[in-house]
């Protein structure tokens, strides 16, 4: 019985997802700026203009799947913090 438990509990997958507020400004293609923190975040394919947006960066991980989500809705991949 315990050994049938175990076995959900190690199919359950585990996303550890943050969430941190940002404002985020466009400073090249793929490159935009937190001004609160100064972070640069290198994203992929993005082409939403932003300046001084309010937007939500959701953060798994170095090699999780990362997203910028800006207050127009849409969300972009993040790859790299810098």
């Keep these: 019985m315990l050994f049938g438990a175990f076995l959900i509990a190690a199919a359950v997958p585990l996303h550890a997802f943050e969430y ?22 290198e994203t992929r394919y993005c082409y939403e203009y ?19 989500i800006f207050s127009s809705d849409r969300v972009c991949d993040v790859i790299a913090l810098r």
């Design 20 to 41: 941190y507020r940002v404002t985020v400004s466009r400073i090249d293609k793929d490159l935009y700026r937190d001004h609160d923190s100064k972070t640069l975040i």
């Design 50 to 68: 932003a300046n001084r947006d309010n937007a939500i960066l959701r953060w798994e991980g170095r090699y999780g799947t990362n997203k910028l």
